[in-house]
């Protein structure tokens, strides 16, 4: 891939790409407020000498979404996972072939604080990945929940992961994955094992900074990168100690809003997102 870049400029608070078929250049763009809109990104090949790209998304379609938005990602071609502030986590299906979206599954009240049957006890679920057919969720109320697509329950649940706000999570490898608190601490969970306590835990030295999302390197398993509200970029080596190996200032502290914070390692090159734009 020859070096693209762009600006996106979201209409609140998250945006996915579109797994793609190696064969087509162009995704879909993914962007949100209380709905959930498919974007055509349009032709890629308007990008500039310079690499700039200056073609306008189009909408393609979208749908009405119960509460807000606080993290999506596709789980395959056609399907969209979307957590939701109430605490519910929803598939949504895209027909492409009438440029429609409906609810596909639907997993009420995934996160809560205190009964998952009171009316108003929804605790918000604040991040999602997936792996085909599995999707884990994390949220405020410090749970971790494995879904898989085909299954009407959670496969499984850790209810007391952390005493602190989850505020994203992603796959480490097939069997492990990462998250993030409020405390400025990031956590590795093994899900081959029974126990609900993480096998790694790595911290911020001094202020315990929240950290609001993660990722890895997509070759090098044992590099990951965190995003902190204070606008700190941690890279962390899983192999060596439990500190991070540098530190960058990415952003201007907080005073930008964490909620837009949101990074994505890609090849050798790192992404990160503040207030809708990308880099």
């Known amino acids: 891939h020859g070096d693209v870049s762009a600006k996106f400029c979201s209409r609140r608070s998250a945006d996915a790409l579109r797994p793609l078929p190696p064969r087509l250049q162009s995704p879909d763009v993914f962007a949100t407020d209380n709905r959930i809109s498919i974007w055509s990104s349009g032709d890629l ?76 006890g929804g605790a918000a679920c604040t991040g999602v990945v997936c792996s085909n057919p599995e999707i884990v969720t994390v949220g405020e109320d410090g749970r971790i929940n494995l879904f898989r697509a085909d299954q009407k329950d959670a496969v499984r649940t850790i209810d007391n992961a952390d005493s602190s706000t989850l505020h994203a ?23 081959r094992h029974q126990r609900n306590e993480p ?44 500190m991070p190996v540098s530190l960058l200032n990415a952003h201007e502290a907080e005073s930008k809003g964490p909620s837009n914070l949101a990074l994505n390692i890609s090849r050798n090159r790192t992404f990160t997102t503040s207030q809708g734009n990308l880099f």
Not at 61 to 79: A, K, S, T, W, Y
Not at 203 to 231: M, Y
């Open 45 to 120: 090949g308007n990008a500039g000498l310079n690499g700039e790209y200056h073609g306008e998304p189009r909408l393609l379609c979208d749908i009405q979404h119960n509460g807000d938005v606080m993290d999506m990602q596709f789980l395959d071609q056609e399907r969209i996972v979307v957590a939701s502030s109430t605490g519910t986590v929803t598939i949504f299906r895209h027909h492409q072939n009438n440029q429609t979206l409906s609810a596909n599954h639907r997993w009420e009240k995934a996160h809560y604080h205190v009964d998952q049957d009171t009316s108003c």
């Open 169 to 191: 999570v992603t796959f480490l490898r097939t069997t492990e994955i990462l998250t993030v608190n409020s405390i400025g601490q990031l956590k590795i969970w093994d899900l």
């Open 199 to 242: 096998s790694q835990i790595f911290s911020l030295a001094g202020d315990r900074v929240p950290l609001h999302c993660v990722d890895r390197h997509p070759n090098q398993q044992h590099i990951v990168a965190t995003g902190g509200q204070d606008g700190m970029l941690s890279i962390w080596d899983i192999r060596q100690g439990t």
